[in-house]
Nanobody, 116 residues
Framework: QVQLVESGGGLVQAGGSLRLSCATS????????MGWYRQAPGKQRDVVAG???????YYADSVKGRFTISRDTATNTVYLQMNSLEPEDTAVYYC??????????WGKGTLVTVSS
C-alpha cells in the first residue's frame, strides 16, 4: 500500500500564499509522474498540476501563473507553491501519480481555506 502524506494546508486570506508538501515512498516517486489534485465541497476531484519525471509540468488553466509544482528527488517530496490565492482555491488538496487513474488510492489530503 503506497503512502501519500500531504501537508502544509491552512487558512489564508485572499492574495496570500501557501506551500504544500507531499511525501511518498522512493519507489513510487521514482516510477511515476506526480500530480496535485483538489476537491472542493460538493465537487469532483480535479487535477491542479502535474510534473513528469523529466521535469515538464502541466497546470490547470485556473491556476496557471499562480501555482508552481516541483519535486525533490533527494527526499521523495512533491511541492505545490500556491501564490495569489483566491477563495475559489478552497479545497482539500491531494497528491498522487499523474494521471491518477481509476482505482487509485488516496491519502487524507490537506485542507486549504482561502478567506475573502
Amino acid at each position: 500500500q503506497v503512502q501519500l502524506v500531504e501537508s502544509g494546508g491552512g487558512l489564508v486570506q485572499a492574495g496570500g500564499s501557501l506551500r504544500l508538501s507531499c511525501a511518498t515512498s522512493g519507489s513510487f516517486f521514482s516510477i511515476y509522474n506526480m500530480g496535485w489534485y483538489r476537491q472542493a465541497p460538493g465537487k469532483q476531484r480535479d487535477v491542479v498540476a502535474g510534473i513528469l519525471n523529466k521535469g515538464a509540468t502541466y497546470y490547470a488553466d485556473s491556476v496557471k501563473g499562480r501555482f508552481t509544482i516541483s519535486r525533490d528527488t533527494a527526499t521523495n517530496t512533491v511541492y505545490l507553491q500556491m501564490n495569489s490565492l483566491e477563495p475559489e482555491d478552497t479545497a482539500v488538496y491531494y497528491c498522487n501519480k499523474f494521471p491518477a487513474g481509476r482505482g487509485a488510492s488516496w491519502g487524507k489530503g490537506t485542507l486549504v481555506t482561502v478567506s475573502s
